[in-house]
């Protein structure tokens, strides 16, 4: 049997509520869900949370998905948009810039000269502010664009591009120290 074939009829048995079928789907997700979460939320127990919350929501909502569409990309965006609330839960610092802003002066480090694991770069991300953390990793990580995320984040665009450069530069910033430091 192909992989959509289980798929599919994983979702049909979880539809009919079938327990079996239910930590099947789940333990084929549950990483790829949790990673999301985690890139987003930026600690473990939270991210486990989310995670969970993510499989409750896609267990009650199945009637909303439609066959056809990428099972996968339904249950990541609902985990990415469960991520979210629960960095909002944290009153995250968005910042809403006036439309005259200009961007930031290019003072911080050179992204040439800095070479760097993506450890050092996960590393770096947990130290981010929620809101920049949130907005690089749905950026960067999950691969939605400026407008997508300023409309899941109810935000400008305007802020989402300058809440980036900042977050960016922040990262810079974190990943020079650490060299420094390390």
């Known amino acids: 049997m192909k992989m959509e074939e289980t798929n599919v009829h994983l979702i049909e048995e979880c539809r009919r509520g079938n327990r079996t079928a239910q930590l099947a789907l789940y333990k084929q997700f549950a990483q790829r869900l949790y990673v999301a979460c985690l890139r987003i ?3 473990v127990s939270e991210a486990e949370e989310a995670m969970q919350d993510s499989f409750l929501k896609i267990f009650t909502r199945l ?5 056809g569409q990428c099972f996968e990309a339904w249950m990541h965006r609902i985990a990415v948009h469960t991520a979210i609330d ?3 839960r944290q009153t995250p610092d968005w910042e809403e810039l006036s439309d005259d802003y200009t961007e930031p002066d ?5 992204e040439e000269e800095i ?8 590393e770096a991300c947990k130290k981010l502010p929620a809101g920049y953390r949130v907005i690089l990793s749905l950026y960067l990580f999950e691969g939605y664009d400026m407008e997508e995320i ?3 984040l109810k935000i400008r665009p305007s802020s989402v591009r300058s809440q980036y450069l900042r977050a960016k530069r922040k990262l810079l910033d974190i990943i020079a120290a650490n060299k420094e430091n390390g």
């Open 106 to 110: 290019d003072d911080g480090p050179d």
């Open 86 to 88: 629960y960095v909002r």
């Open 150 to 152: 300023a409309s899941i």
């Open 41 to 43: 939320v930026g600690n």
């Open 115 to 122: 070479r760097y694991s993506v450890a050092q770069v996960k």
């Open 63 to 67: 009637d909303q998905y439609r066959d």
